[in-house]
Protein backbone atom coordinates (compact mmCIF):
# COMPACT_ATOMS: atom_id res chain seq x y z
CA UNK A 1 0.00 0.00 0.00
CA UNK A 2 1.27 2.99 -0.74
CA UNK A 3 0.43 6.18 1.52
CA UNK A 4 2.14 9.48 2.96
CA UNK A 5 4.29 8.04 5.88
CA UNK A 6 3.42 10.93 7.72
CA UNK A 7 -0.41 10.19 7.91
CA UNK A 8 -2.48 7.30 9.62
CA UNK A 9 -3.24 5.90 6.50
CA UNK A 10 -5.76 3.13 7.99
CA UNK A 11 -8.09 5.56 9.76
CA UNK A 12 -11.14 6.83 7.96
CA UNK A 13 -12.30 10.37 10.14
CA UNK A 14 -15.61 11.11 9.19
CA UNK A 15 -16.10 13.45 11.71
CA UNK A 16 -14.93 11.20 14.29
CA UNK A 17 -14.61 12.79 17.68
CA UNK A 18 -10.95 11.76 19.83
CA UNK A 19 -12.03 13.32 22.72
CA UNK A 20 -15.38 12.18 24.16
CA UNK A 21 -15.67 8.66 25.23
CA UNK A 22 -15.58 6.31 28.34
CA UNK A 23 -12.87 4.41 29.44
CA UNK A 24 -14.12 0.84 30.93
CA UNK A 25 -12.92 -2.04 32.68
CA UNK A 26 -12.12 -4.83 30.53
CA UNK A 27 -12.29 -7.98 32.70
CA UNK A 28 -10.52 -10.65 30.46
CA UNK A 29 -7.47 -8.25 29.73
CA UNK A 30 -7.02 -7.53 33.41
CA UNK A 31 -7.34 -10.92 34.44
CA UNK A 32 -5.08 -11.89 32.31
CA UNK A 33 -2.64 -9.57 33.28
CA UNK A 34 -3.27 -9.70 37.22
CA UNK A 35 -2.88 -13.09 36.75
CA UNK A 36 0.79 -13.00 34.78
CA UNK A 37 1.98 -10.61 37.64
CA UNK A 38 1.38 -13.04 40.28
CA UNK A 39 2.73 -15.97 39.03
CA UNK A 40 5.97 -13.73 38.10
CA UNK A 41 6.03 -12.56 41.20
CA UNK A 42 5.31 -15.87 43.44
CA UNK A 43 6.61 -18.47 41.05
CA UNK A 44 9.56 -16.31 39.83
CA UNK A 45 10.23 -15.74 43.63
CA UNK A 46 10.27 -19.69 44.78
CA UNK A 47 11.90 -20.30 41.44
CA UNK A 48 14.65 -18.32 40.61
CA UNK A 49 18.15 -19.53 39.28
CA UNK A 50 20.79 -17.62 37.69
CA UNK A 51 20.20 -19.53 34.29
CA UNK A 52 16.35 -18.74 33.93
CA UNK A 53 17.42 -15.59 34.89
CA UNK A 54 20.00 -14.61 32.09
CA UNK A 55 17.37 -16.98 29.62
CA UNK A 56 14.78 -14.03 30.73
CA UNK A 57 17.42 -11.25 30.01
CA UNK A 58 17.56 -12.36 26.30
CA UNK A 59 14.06 -13.83 26.14
CA UNK A 60 12.99 -10.35 26.88
CA UNK A 61 15.42 -8.52 24.52
CA UNK A 62 14.60 -10.82 21.44
CA UNK A 63 10.79 -10.10 21.68
CA UNK A 64 11.73 -6.40 22.00
CA UNK A 65 13.81 -6.06 19.40
CA UNK A 66 12.71 -8.78 16.69
CA UNK A 67 9.30 -8.81 18.27
CA UNK A 68 7.83 -5.28 18.53
CA UNK A 69 9.73 -3.49 17.59
CA UNK A 70 10.92 -4.27 14.26
CA UNK A 71 8.24 -6.71 13.57
CA UNK A 72 4.94 -4.90 14.78
CA UNK A 73 6.24 -0.97 14.94
CA UNK A 74 8.61 -0.27 12.77
CA UNK A 75 7.70 -2.71 9.89
CA UNK A 76 3.43 -3.64 10.08
CA UNK A 77 2.48 -0.51 12.08
CA UNK A 78 4.17 1.74 9.49
CA UNK A 79 6.08 0.33 6.85
CA UNK A 80 9.27 1.95 7.34
CA UNK A 81 11.44 -1.07 5.50
CA UNK A 82 10.44 -3.83 3.41
CA UNK A 83 11.51 -7.83 4.65
CA UNK A 84 10.57 -11.15 3.04
CA UNK A 85 7.45 -12.47 3.98
CA UNK A 86 8.71 -15.46 6.17
CA UNK A 87 10.91 -12.84 8.66
CA UNK A 88 7.69 -10.63 8.86
CA UNK A 89 5.91 -13.09 10.25
CA UNK A 90 8.62 -14.40 12.22
CA UNK A 91 8.82 -11.02 13.67
CA UNK A 92 4.94 -10.48 14.02
CA UNK A 93 4.89 -13.51 15.80
CA UNK A 94 7.51 -12.28 18.24
CA UNK A 95 5.84 -9.37 18.41
CA UNK A 96 2.81 -11.01 19.89
CA UNK A 97 5.07 -12.82 23.15
CA UNK A 98 5.30 -9.31 24.26
CA UNK A 99 1.65 -9.61 25.42
CA UNK A 100 0.41 -7.06 24.17
CA UNK A 101 -2.09 -8.45 21.55
CA UNK A 102 -2.24 -9.75 18.07
CA UNK A 103 -1.20 -7.78 14.87
CA UNK A 104 -4.61 -6.64 14.41
CA UNK A 105 -4.94 -5.19 17.67
CA UNK A 106 -1.48 -3.87 17.86
CA UNK A 107 -1.74 -1.94 14.54
CA UNK A 108 -5.75 -0.46 16.08
CA UNK A 109 -4.11 0.59 19.02
CA UNK A 110 -1.71 2.41 17.65
CA UNK A 111 -3.43 4.26 14.99
CA UNK A 112 -6.02 5.30 17.45
CA UNK A 113 -3.87 6.76 19.60
CA UNK A 114 -1.73 8.21 16.95
CA UNK A 115 -4.82 9.56 15.33
CA UNK A 116 -5.94 10.84 18.66
CA UNK A 117 -2.76 12.46 19.68
CA UNK A 118 -3.04 14.45 15.85
CA UNK A 119 -6.35 15.89 16.84
CA UNK A 120 -6.55 19.08 18.76
CA UNK A 121 -7.93 18.08 21.70
CA UNK A 122 -8.21 14.16 22.31
CA UNK A 123 -9.11 12.09 25.55
CA UNK A 124 -6.82 11.92 28.54
CA UNK A 125 -6.31 8.03 27.99
CA UNK A 126 -4.95 8.80 24.61
CA UNK A 127 -2.87 11.61 26.08
CA UNK A 128 -1.85 9.41 29.02
CA UNK A 129 -2.88 12.85 30.71
CA UNK A 130 -3.81 11.31 34.19
CA UNK A 131 -1.80 10.72 37.04
CA UNK A 132 0.64 7.42 37.14
CA UNK A 133 -1.43 5.22 38.66
CA UNK A 134 -5.19 6.44 37.09
CA UNK A 135 -3.05 6.11 33.84
CA UNK A 136 -1.94 2.40 34.78
CA UNK A 137 -4.76 1.67 35.27
CA UNK A 138 -6.59 2.89 32.63
CA UNK A 139 -3.87 1.48 29.86
CA UNK A 140 -3.29 -2.19 31.63
CA UNK A 141 -6.62 -2.93 32.49
CA UNK A 142 -9.17 -1.18 30.65
CA UNK A 143 -9.97 0.11 27.14
CA UNK A 144 -11.71 3.44 25.80
CA UNK A 145 -14.77 3.40 23.68
CA UNK A 146 -14.86 6.44 21.71
CA UNK A 147 -18.73 8.10 21.36
CA UNK A 148 -18.08 8.78 18.02
CA UNK A 149 -15.08 6.54 16.55
CA UNK A 150 -13.47 6.83 13.04
CA UNK A 151 -13.42 4.19 10.54
CA UNK A 152 -10.97 2.12 10.42
CA UNK A 153 -9.23 0.13 7.40
CA UNK A 154 -6.52 -2.45 7.16
CA UNK A 155 -4.20 -3.13 4.41
CA UNK A 156 -6.00 -6.07 2.32
CA UNK A 157 -2.98 -8.01 2.44
CA UNK A 158 -2.39 -8.41 6.04
CA UNK A 159 -5.90 -8.72 6.85
CA UNK A 160 -6.53 -11.48 4.73
CA UNK A 161 -3.53 -13.43 5.98
CA UNK A 162 -4.75 -16.49 7.75
CA UNK A 163 -1.18 -16.60 9.28
CA UNK A 164 -2.00 -13.09 10.97
CA UNK A 165 -5.54 -14.04 11.77
CA UNK A 166 -4.48 -17.06 13.40
CA UNK A 167 -2.60 -15.29 15.76
CA UNK A 168 -4.74 -12.91 16.41
CA UNK A 169 -7.41 -14.72 17.77
CA UNK A 170 -4.94 -17.06 19.77
CA UNK A 171 -2.76 -14.13 21.39
CA UNK A 172 -3.67 -14.43 25.03
CA UNK A 173 -2.88 -18.43 24.35
CA UNK A 174 0.33 -18.71 22.09
CA UNK A 175 1.74 -18.52 25.66
CA UNK A 176 1.42 -22.14 26.12
CA UNK A 177 3.30 -23.94 23.68
CA UNK A 178 6.34 -22.28 24.65
CA UNK A 179 5.59 -22.73 28.53
CA UNK A 180 5.04 -26.70 27.81
CA UNK A 181 8.63 -26.45 25.71
CA UNK A 182 10.76 -24.71 28.76
CA UNK A 183 9.49 -27.16 31.02
CA UNK A 184 10.72 -29.76 29.17
CA UNK A 185 13.87 -28.13 28.65
CA UNK A 186 14.43 -26.45 32.04
CA UNK A 187 11.30 -27.29 34.45
CA UNK A 188 9.70 -24.72 36.52
CA UNK A 189 12.60 -21.53 36.65
CA UNK A 190 12.16 -21.40 33.11
CA UNK A 191 8.44 -21.49 33.08
CA UNK A 192 8.36 -18.48 35.29
CA UNK A 193 11.34 -16.60 34.24
CA UNK A 194 11.06 -17.34 30.38
CA UNK A 195 7.11 -16.82 30.14
CA UNK A 196 5.33 -15.00 33.48
CA UNK A 197 8.36 -12.72 34.28
CA UNK A 198 8.93 -11.40 30.66
CA UNK A 199 4.76 -10.80 29.86
CA UNK A 200 5.32 -8.90 33.35
CA UNK A 201 7.93 -6.81 32.47
CA UNK A 202 7.30 -6.22 28.63
CA UNK A 203 3.54 -5.19 29.11
CA UNK A 204 4.29 -2.91 32.18
CA UNK A 205 7.67 -1.65 30.37
CA UNK A 206 5.52 -0.81 27.41
CA UNK A 207 2.97 1.32 29.49
CA UNK A 208 5.47 2.89 31.32
CA UNK A 209 7.68 4.20 28.60
CA UNK A 210 4.06 5.23 26.81
CA UNK A 211 3.66 7.54 29.46
CA UNK A 212 6.72 9.39 29.87
CA UNK A 213 6.94 9.89 26.72
CA UNK A 214 3.92 11.86 26.62
CA UNK A 215 4.50 13.94 29.92
CA UNK A 216 7.82 16.03 30.24
CA UNK A 217 11.74 15.64 28.99
CA UNK A 218 13.19 16.56 26.27
CA UNK A 219 12.28 17.79 23.14
CA UNK A 220 13.64 18.90 19.80
CA UNK A 221 10.94 18.74 17.56
CA UNK A 222 7.30 20.57 17.67
CA UNK A 223 4.50 19.31 15.64
CA UNK A 224 1.86 22.52 15.57
CA UNK A 225 -0.91 20.43 14.00
CA UNK A 226 -0.59 18.23 16.58
CA UNK A 227 -2.56 18.09 20.08
CA UNK A 228 -0.74 15.82 21.70
CA UNK A 229 3.50 16.10 21.83
CA UNK A 230 5.94 13.48 22.04
CA UNK A 231 8.71 13.36 24.32
CA UNK A 232 12.16 11.28 24.70
CA UNK A 233 12.93 9.14 27.36
CA UNK A 234 16.24 9.72 28.35
CA UNK A 235 18.76 6.98 29.12
CA UNK A 236 16.63 4.31 27.86
CA UNK A 237 17.54 3.80 24.65
CA UNK A 238 19.68 0.44 25.34
CA UNK A 239 16.31 -1.52 27.17
CA UNK A 240 13.55 0.05 24.95
CA UNK A 241 15.42 -1.05 21.53
CA UNK A 242 15.56 2.24 20.78
CA UNK A 243 11.67 3.17 21.10
CA UNK A 244 12.00 5.73 23.76
CA UNK A 245 12.73 8.66 21.05
CA UNK A 246 9.40 9.66 20.92
CA UNK A 247 10.02 12.94 20.02
CA UNK A 248 11.41 11.81 17.22
CA UNK A 249 9.12 9.19 16.46
CA UNK A 250 6.68 12.04 16.66
CA UNK A 251 8.41 13.92 14.21
CA UNK A 252 8.98 11.28 11.76
CA UNK A 253 6.40 8.70 11.83
CA UNK A 254 7.63 6.90 8.81
CA UNK A 255 11.42 6.39 9.85
CA UNK A 256 12.82 3.27 10.64
CA UNK A 257 15.66 5.29 12.38
CA UNK A 258 14.29 6.37 15.60
CA UNK A 259 17.47 7.25 17.41
CA UNK A 260 18.61 10.13 14.73
CA UNK A 261 21.01 12.11 17.17
CA UNK A 262 24.53 11.37 18.85
CA UNK A 263 24.16 9.31 21.80
CA UNK A 264 20.60 7.88 20.99
CA UNK A 265 21.42 4.48 21.36
CA UNK A 266 19.05 2.71 18.34
CA UNK A 267 19.22 -0.99 18.76
CA UNK A 268 16.19 -1.85 16.60
CA UNK A 269 18.13 0.38 14.11
CA UNK A 270 21.35 -1.60 14.43
CA UNK A 271 19.59 -4.83 13.88
CA UNK A 272 17.74 -3.22 11.01
CA UNK A 273 21.60 -2.02 9.39
CA UNK A 274 22.91 -5.53 9.81
CA UNK A 275 19.53 -7.12 8.43
CA UNK A 276 19.93 -4.67 5.32
CA UNK A 277 23.50 -6.13 5.25
CA UNK A 278 22.62 -9.72 4.94
CA UNK A 279 19.87 -8.52 2.42
CA UNK A 280 17.12 -9.36 4.80
CA UNK A 281 15.59 -5.94 4.71
CA UNK A 282 15.71 -2.93 1.99
CA UNK A 283 13.57 -0.16 1.03
CA UNK A 284 14.47 1.20 4.28
CA UNK A 285 12.47 5.11 5.16
CA UNK A 286 14.78 7.56 7.48
CA UNK A 287 14.32 10.95 8.23
CA UNK A 288 16.55 11.62 5.41
CA UNK A 289 14.27 10.43 2.46
CA UNK A 290 10.57 10.89 4.18
CA UNK A 291 8.57 13.92 2.74
CA UNK A 292 8.26 16.47 5.44
CA UNK A 293 5.69 16.13 8.05
CA UNK A 294 3.27 19.55 8.20
CA UNK A 295 3.70 22.09 10.95
CA UNK A 296 7.09 20.08 12.01
CA UNK A 297 9.22 22.97 13.93
CA UNK A 298 12.49 22.28 15.14
CA UNK A 299 12.98 24.04 18.88
CA UNK A 300 15.63 21.94 19.86
CA UNK A 301 19.18 23.23 20.74
CA UNK A 302 21.48 20.98 19.13
CA UNK A 303 21.03 21.10 15.33
CA UNK A 304 21.45 17.71 13.59
CA UNK A 305 24.30 16.81 11.97
CA UNK A 306 24.20 18.51 8.55
CA UNK A 307 25.40 14.89 7.36
CA UNK A 308 22.48 13.21 9.13
CA UNK A 309 19.80 15.39 8.37
CA UNK A 310 18.57 17.22 5.63
CA UNK A 311 16.23 19.37 7.71
CA UNK A 312 18.99 21.46 9.70
CA UNK A 313 17.23 24.81 8.88
CA UNK A 314 14.26 25.92 11.51
CA UNK A 315 11.15 25.52 10.09
CA UNK A 316 9.34 22.90 8.15
CA UNK A 317 6.49 22.31 6.70
CA UNK A 318 3.30 24.64 6.33
ZN1 LIG B 1 2.99 9.42 20.91
ZN1 LIG C 1 4.51 4.57 15.81
Not at 42 to 70: K, M, Q
Request: hydrophobic share 40%; aromatic share 16%; proline share 4%.
Amino acid sequence: MSHNPNEVPRIIDNNANAQYGSVKWNPLKSIWITSIYLAAFIGGYYYFTWPAFAFYLISTAAVLCFGHSLGMHRRLIHNSFETPLWLECIMVYMGVMVGLGGPFTMIRTHDMRDWAQRQKYCHDYFAHRQKFWKDYFWQIHCDIKLDNPPEFEFEANVVNSRFYKFIEKTAMLQPLPWMLLFYVIGGWPLVFWGVYARIATTVTGHWLIGYFAHSDDAVDWHVTTAGVQGHNVKFTGLITMGECWHNNHHAFPGSAKIGIYEGQADPGWWVLKALEKAGLAWNIQTHENLPKRQGLYYIGQKELKASSCIFSGKALGN
